[in-house]
């Protein structure tokens, strides 16, 4: 089976403890599989303006929004394959549309060396590129991810991302992993991928656990963070653990 490039689904996310996420496993044992790969190393560069016009945009929630990423799995250096990406969001529906290239041939696409590959993503990828005109790489973020799939071939997807970390220098792919973090040390993101309902199976589990959905942006989070630094002022978050409290960390000027 080849590798998909096209995705059109609802992405639900929840922010839990380790605790919780151990609950959480234990309801999926009867009904989801771990990924083949086990756990992934996912590398993003995100592309945008020099004033942050996509993200900026994105946080004051419009119907529509997109972003550009280029994502690894693990470092990539050269000819090794990574994922030049238009994530697209309407009404909740989450569109994704992806093209693989070698590292060193994306990069040069991006900096106007060679063109895109002539086909419809392509072409996509390279209109939203001249109507932004000023794309750059922005910021670099990373994560920790397993993946889980129904049993018995259904759409449902369930992901949990752990040191979730960005950076805005060394924007490259073949760099290693570090960077500032997002999450507590005992946090997890999980998301839900589905093009239809959530299982009540899952609907359970998060009851049971106190989970509700939040809304958690990776780069958005990422820029709210360097958006307070230029200021010069100390970064608080809240982070919603549970449903009948909060905690607050700080992340320091």
């Known amino acids: 089976m080849g590798t998909q490039m096209v995705f059109k689904r609802y992405e639900i996310k929840y922010r839990m403890t380790c605790r919780q996420q151990t609950a959480i496993l234990r309801a999926m044992e009867a009904h989801m599989q771990a990924d083949e790969y086990g756990i992934s190393s996912i590398r993003n560069i995100y592309y945008d303006t020099p004033d942050f016009r996509l993200i900026r945009t994105s946080m004051e929630k419009p119907v529509y929004k997109e972003k550009l990423r280029l994502r690894g799995y693990?470092?990539?250096?050269g000819a090794d394959e990574v994922f030049l990406e238009l994530k697209k969001k309407y009404r909740d529906v989450v569109y994704k549309r992806r093209i693989a290239m070698p590292y060193q041939q994306?990069?040069?696409?991006?900096?106007?060396?060679?063109?895109?590959p002539?086909?419809?993503i392509g072409r996509e990828i390279g209109y939203a590129m001249a109507y932004y005109r000023t794309l750059r790489p922005a910021v670099f973020l990373s994560y920790d991810r397993i993946a889980y799939f129904e049993r018995g071939g259904g759409d449902f997807r369930v992901t949990f991302?752990?040191?979730?970390?960005f950076r805005q220098e060394e924007l490259t792919l073949d760099s290693d992993a570090h960077g500032t973090p997002l999450l507590r040390a005992d946090e997890v993101l999980m998301e839900l991928k589905t093009d239809g309902a959530i299982p009540l199976w899952m609907v359970r589990a998060l009851s049971a656990q106190g989970v509700s959905k939040t809304s958690f942006s990776k780069y958005g989070t990422a820029y709210q963070i360097i958006t307070q630094q230029s200021k010069g002022v100390a970064t608080y978050v809240t982070v919603p653990i549970a449903t009948d409290r909060k905690e607050f960390f700080i992340y320091g000027k």
């Open 161 to 165: 991302d752990r040191n979730i970390r």
């Open 74 to 77: 693990g470092a990539r250096s």
């Open 106 to 116: 994306v990069c040069e696409a991006l900096s106007g060396i060679r063109p895109l």
């Open 118 to 120: 002539d086909s419809q």
